[in-house]
């Protein structure tokens, strides 16, 4: 049973590119989680995805931006980097039907460097 | 909103009980879960709570409080294996994480 995969494991960028993360949720699940965990913080949720729609949003701008395929997959797309994207992004998946995610397996996440 | 409060860092010697506690505040609640995040790894679950009383998963228990807002986990039989971040969230939202450190 594969679980939650995701690519790439690090990635160094510029100020002001753009990045796209990418996750394959644990096999059965239909919702995915994104999370930026800075180092010594816990994970700062970002958005939920289901059905291929945003459902729930955190405290980020809108650069942050997400998308859900009809496989579950999603994708994480941050514009216009900033030194302070630099992070762990974290993809976890759940079941709809467990209700509000509460119990969610997580990938191994994807290490950022923005230089 | 939402905030949960948790210890920054707990210290415990082998074969100890260690509690770490959470209060929560938040707009809806829907039950407190608990996870484990070692040190370059991966957040894990833990627990989880959704009525009040205590739920127990071997060595780890788990607590919840609805009416004062409080829960902890309780973690029996340390071992140098449970040093690790320990994070409790609701909706998936996440505290700031308690570091359990075990002594031999």
């Known amino acids: 049973d594969a679980g939650v995969t995701q690519s790439p494991t690090h990635l160094i960028k510029t100020r002001g590119q753009q990045v796209t993360l990418r996750c394959s949720p644990k096999?059965?699940?239909?919702?995915v989680s994104w999370y930026q965990q800075a180092l010594g913080q816990g994970p700062q949720f970002i958005f939920q995805?289901?059905?291929?729609?945003?459902?729930q949003r955190g405290n980020f701008p809108d650069r942050f931006s997400g998308h859900q395929f009809p496989n579950y997959s999603s994708e994480l797309n941050v514009n216009a980097l900033l030194l302070g994207d630099s992070a762990l992004y974290l993809c976890?998946?759940?079941?709809?039907?467990?209700?509000?995610?509460?119990?969610?397996?997580f990938g191994p996440g994807t290490r950022l460097t923005v230089t | 909103g939402q905030s949960l409060e948790q210890p920054s860092e707990v210290t415990a010697v082998e074969g100890a009980i260690v509690q770490i506690n959470c209060t929560y505040q938040?707009?809806?609640?829907?039950?407190l879960s608990w996870y484990q995040q070692h040190d370059g790894g991966a957040p894990t679950f833990l627990s989880y709570?959704?009525?009040?009383g205590l739920e127990e998963t071997g060595r780890f228990s788990s607590f919840l409080s609805r009416s004062d807002s409080y829960g902890y986990l309780l973690l029996q039989e340390l071992q140098m294996k449970d040093s690790a971040s320990y994070f409790c969230?609701?909706?998936?939202?996440f505290g700031a994480g308690t570091r359990l450190t075990v002594k031999p």
């Open positions: 976890a998946s759940s079941l709809a039907l467990s209700g509000y995610s509460y119990e969610q397996y």
């Open positions: 096999s059965g699940h239909d919702t």
């Open positions: 995805y289901y059905e291929e729609e945003e459902r």
């Open positions: 938040t707009s809806g609640f829907y039950g």
């Open positions: 709570n959704g009525l009040d």
């Open positions: 969230a609701v909706t998936g939202r």
